[in-house]
């Protein structure tokens, strides 16, 4: 396993993060608790000490799944969380207040089961509050001991200059970001030098795409899965195709080293930006194991360049 502190913290943690997306239990098609469970705990017995959820995540159900998982391992192991997100009579919408942040983390305290949260991150910025007035409650938390650290997520270059006065506060931030999704790469990299923040990607591995378990003919999802609708780009019309190319490149990468597809998709990441952690959900074991593959190995340059090269 590979290690790398989060910038402006004592937090060490394993470069391969688990999300909890799936463990939320909806809209990525069939889950079962004792598998996600069962996923966790490859995942620990492996030196994966980094989890990744959020309030939003199956309304909950994913931070509880992931609480109850853990058990007594909750003391060797790095939890993120996120807030921001509030979903109510139907409707979605992003909140930064102070009361909304003080209800969402004991909410999510209760949930997982925990005295502290390691890393609480913004989910999304509201466009109102303030980030002073946010950073001024995420401190106050930080006092009570309900969180450790802060972070950002989906932020892009428009949200730097209103950062600029707190760098050295947030101690990460993420993104999405694959072989299959640069189109953040340039935000990302300026983030992490002009703020002083670890990079961490979500959708490092395409929703799936990247795994090289699809082709054109396979890529039918059942109403309960959310790759099935448009928004999710990566498994429709011609963006599908270029991914397909990608993978195809990918491949053979992949025999080269001996490795599966997915784990070319993390190593690239890893190797392209240095110092980073890759987020990906699992819904079982065997795809913790297949991530697991990704570490403890280098991308020589020519194939770095060849990945760039088709992924542009």
């Known amino acids: 396993m590979e290690y790398t502190m989060l910038r402006n913290s004592d937090l060490k943690v394993s470069r391969l993060c688990m999300g909890g ?10 889950t079962q608790e004792n598998e996600l469970i ?10 994966v ?32 969380s996120k807030f921001g997100v509030r979903i109510e009579n139907g409707k979605t919408f992003y909140d930064n207040s102070s009361s909304w942040i003080k209800k969402a983390v004991e909410g999510s ?11 609480y991150q913004i989910h999304y910025r509201d466009g109102k509050t303030p980030i002073g007035e946010v950073i001024e409650t995420l401190e106050e938390m930080k006092k009570k001991g309900y969180i450790r650290y802060y972070g950002l997520s989906n932020i892009h270059e428009d949200d730097i200059e209103e950062i600029k006065p707190f760098r050295g506060k947030f101690v990460s931030f993420q993104d999405e970001y694959s072989l299959a999704c640069r189109k953040n790469e340039s935000d990302m990299k300026s983030i992490a030098q002009d703020l002083e923040m670890t990079i961490l ?21 059942g109403n309960d899965d959310r790759r099935s609708r448009d928004i999710y780009v990566n498994f429709h019309g ?29 190593r690239y990441i890893l190797d392209f930006l240095s ?17 697991i593959e990704g570490l403890g190995w280098n991308l020589e340059r020519e194939d770095i360049k060849r990945l760039d090269e088709v992924s542009k």
């Not at 959708?203 to 699809?214: A, F, N």
């Not at 987020?279 to 074991?285: D, E, I, M, S, T």
Request: proline share 2%; hydrophobic share 35%.
């Open 238 to 266: 011609e963006k599908l195709l270029k991914n397909l190319e990608i993978v195809e490149v990918m491949r053979t990468i992949a025999d080269k080293y001996e490795k599966p597809v997915a784990a070319v998709a993390i």
């Open 201 to 221: 990607t979500w959708g490092s591995l395409g929703q799936g795409i990247l795994t090289g378990k699809y082709t054109k003919e396979n890529v039918n999802f």
């Open 109 to 119: 305290l209760r949930r997982l089961g925990t005295d502290y949260i390691d890393l």
């Open 49 to 80: 000490n980094f989890f990744d959820t959020a309030d939003t995540y199956g309304l909950g159900q994913s931070e509880k799944t992931l609480g109850k998982a853990l058990g007594s391992h909750r003391k060797d192991v790095v939890i993120a």
């Open 21 to 30: 997306c799936p463990m939320g239990g909806y809209g990525w098609g069939d």
């Open 275 to 291: 110092d980073s952690v890759v987020l990906c959900g699992a819904k079982r074991p065997s795809q913790i194991l297949g991530n």
């Open 38 to 47: 069962e996923a966790v705990h490859t995942a620990v017995d492996q030196g």
